[in-house]
C-alpha cells in the first residue's frame, strides 16, 4: 500500500514570507523570540541599521539565550517544543519566514545562559534556498566572536542574528523606532525591557490623559470571559493636542488590544463607530487578552472564534459609560474643530484692533476715526492754503466758478 506522507517545499516558504508589510514588521518577528526567554529577566535588543554593509544586526542579552536544542528548534519549520500561553509566539514559523523576508544570508551565534558553550549557524542562501538544510552549527571560541558580542558579560545568554545581502526593501531606521516604540509599549512601560536602534534608546509610545477628565478613566481587572479568555487593562479620554504624531505612527480612536505585553491591533471600536464622530476621536484605552491566540503575523485575532466574540461584547459594555459621556459633550457643543478656531482668529483680530484704537485715543485724539482731523472712511481732512482767501456763501454751496459769460450790453 502506497505511504501518504506530508513534505513542505521551500518554494512555498519563500512565498509565504512575503505576508509582512515592511521592514519593520519583518524585524519584530526577530525580536519577538527573545521575550519568551527571558524568564523574568530584564532583556536589552540591540538592533543595528548598516545599509553601508549590507547588513542589519538584532542582539539579545540578559535572556536565556539559545543552546543546541534551542537553535535546532529555531531552524525547524512549525515544530519543535510545545509554547506556553504566555509566549508571544506561537506558532514556530515567524523569525524564519522574516529572514527569509529581509535577506539572502543569515548568521546566528548563540550561547545559552549560564553556559560557556557558543554555537553558530550560516547558510549563505537562507533567502533563496530551495532545497531543504541538512547541517550542525559549528562550535566558537570567545576570541573568533565579532566585536559587538565581546562586550556581553560572561555566561550572559545571548542570541546575535546577522542578516546579510538585504533584499530591496525600505530601510528607515526613524520608522522602525516609531514601530518598536508602539508595539512594545507595553513591556517598556513596565520596565521589562530596554531596546536600542543604532545606539539610541526608544521610549515608549505617550498616549496623554485629558487632565479636565482624568476621573472618567474606566479600570477593567481581569476578567475571565468565555472560552478561559482573560482581559484586563484601561479606558480613557486623551489629550489629542499633546499627542506626537511621527512617521510609522498614529493615534487611532479606539482600543488597543495587547497579548502578553506584545501590540497586536489598535483602534477596537467593538461595534461603537467611533471613527470621525467628533468628541468620540478622544476615545482611547489598552486591553491585555490572554488565553487566545492572535494570527501568525500578530496583526489580528480570530474574529470568528468565541473568545473574541466574549471579548466583543465584554468591551462593548465596558466603553457604554465614556461613549455616552462623549456624546454628550457632542450635543452640547455642535461647532466644528474648524469653526471654532475661525471664531478664535476673529476674536483675536477684534481685540487686536481694539488696543489699537485705545493707544491712538490715549496718544493723539484727532488721529480717531471720526475725530476732528480725520473724514469718513478714516481719510485726512484737506486743509485749506495758506493765504487764500476764504470762499463766500456761494462759492461754498456752488464751487468755485470759472469763465463766467459776461452779461449782454444794454443799449
Known amino acids: 500500500m502506497v505511504v501518504l506522507q506530508e513534505t513542505i517545499g521551500r518554494e512555498a516558504l519563500i512565498a509565504l514570507s512575503n505576508q509582512y508589510d515592511s521592514v519593520a514588521d519583518a524585524l519584530m518577528e526577530l525580536i519577538d523570540n527573545p521575550f519568551d526567554y527571558r524568564k523574568g529577566r530584564h532583556l536589552t535588543v540591540d538592533i543595528r541599521l548598516n545599509k553601508s554593509r549590507d547588513e542589519i544586526v538584532v542582539l539579545d542579552t540578559g535572556g536565556q539565550g539559545m543552546g543546541a536544542a534551542d537553535l535546532r528548534d529555531w531552524i525547524s519549520w512549525g515544530t519543535g517544543h510545545e509554547h506556553l500561553t504566555t509566549d508571544i509566539g506561537q506558532w514556530h514559523v515567524g523569525g524564519k519566514l522574516a529572514a527569509i523576508y529581509l535577506a539572502e544570508a543569515l548568521e546566528i551565534i548563540v550561547r545559552r545562559s549560564e553556559s560557556n558553550e557558543i554555537l553558530r549557524f550560516y547558510d549563505a542562501h537562507w533567502g533563496s534556498r530551495t532545497v531543504l538544510l541538512f547541517t550542525s552549527p559549528e562550535i566558537l571560541e570567545q576570541r573568533q566572536l565579532p566585536k559587538l558580542l565581546s562586550e556581553v558579560e560572561a555566561n550572559a545568554g545571548f542570541t546575535y542574528v546577522r542578516l546579510r545581502g538585504l533584499k530591496p526593501r525600505r530601510y528607515e531606521a526613524g520608522i522602525l523606532k516609531a514601530k518598536l516604540s508602539n508595539t512594545y509599549r507595553t513591556l517598556l512601560l513596565q520596565g521589562h525591557c530596554t531596546i536600542k ?43 489629542r493636542e499633546k499627542f506626537k504624531i511621527g512617521r510609522g505612527v498614529g493615534l487611532k480612536a479606539g482600543v488597543r488590544t495587547v497579548f502578553n505585553g506584545r501590540l497586536i491591533t489598535d483602534g477596537e471600536e467593538f461595534t461603537h463607530y467611533l471613527a470621525g464622530r467628533g468628541s468620540l476621536q478622544r476615545l ?21 472564534s468565541h473568545g473574541w466574540i466574549a471579548v466583543q461584547e465584554f468591551m462593548h459594555e465596558q466603553m457604554q459609560p465614556l461613549v455616552t459621556f462623549l456624546n454628550s459633550l457632542n450635543e452640547g457643543n455642535s461647532v466644528s474643530r474648524q469653526q471654532r478656531k475661525r471664531a478664535e482668529n476673529v476674536r483675536h483680530s477684534v481685540e487686536a484692533t481694539l488696543k489699537r484704537i485705545q493707544f491712538y485715543h490715549s496718544s493723539s485724539p484727532g488721529s480717531l476715526p471720526g475725530g476732528d482731523g480725520v473724514a469718513p472712511g478714516g481719510r485726512a481732512k484737506a486743509q485749506a492754503r495758506s493765504g487764500s482767501p476764504e470762499p463766500s456763501e456761494t462759492s461754498r454751496s456752488r464751487g468755485e466758478v470759472r469763465n463766467r459769460t459776461e452779461p449782454p450790453k444794454t443799449r
Not at 521610549?203 to 482581559?231: C, H, M, N, Q, W
Not at 491566540?293 to 496583526?299: S, V
Open 197 to 239: 536602534v543604532d545606539g539610541v534608546q526608544v521610549d515608549p509610545l505617550d498616549i496623554p490623559f485629558a487632565p479636565s477628565y482624568v476621573d472618567r478613566a474606566v479600570d477593567i481587572p481581569s476578567r475571565k470571559l468565555e472560552g478561559g479568555v482573560t482581559v484586563k487593562g484601561r479606558l480613557w479620554i486623551t489629550d
Open 284 to 304: 482611547v484605552g489598552e486591553i491585555e487578552i490572554n488565553h487566545l491566540r492572535p494570527n501568525t503575523t500578530k496583526d489580528g485575532w480570530d474574529r470568528d
